[in-house]
């Protein structure tokens, strides 16, 4: 934990996750490779366009090994909570 007063750092980071309509693909992209080089943990997009979630796990060299897409109905555990699952649905 950072000490009183102090901004959070990487470190303090579980789970990020972005908003996108017309930002979908630097999101994709150059947001993905700034969080992996951080190693966040968990980073989602939500694309609200096509109403999924795009979940990037396991940051290792500056990029996710794992990236998957979820429909609206599908349910994702989310690693910071866990027990805790939600759909695309429920966040749009």
Request: net charge negative.
């Amino acid at each position: 934990m950072p000490e009183i007063g102090a901004p959070p750092g990487p470190a303090d980071i579980l789970f990020v996750a972005e908003v996108a309509g017309s930002s979908l693909a630097f999101d994709l992209t150059a947001k993905a490779a700034l969080y992996a080089r951080a190693a966040l943990p968990e980073y989602w997009v939500l694309d609200l366009e096509a109403r999924r979630i795009i979940v990037h796990r396991r940051p290792e060299a500056g990029k996710y090994l794992d990236i998957a897409a979820y429909g609206a109905g599908e349910s994702i555990a989310v690693l910071a909570a866990p027990g805790r699952e939600i759909t695309a649905a429920e966040l749009s």
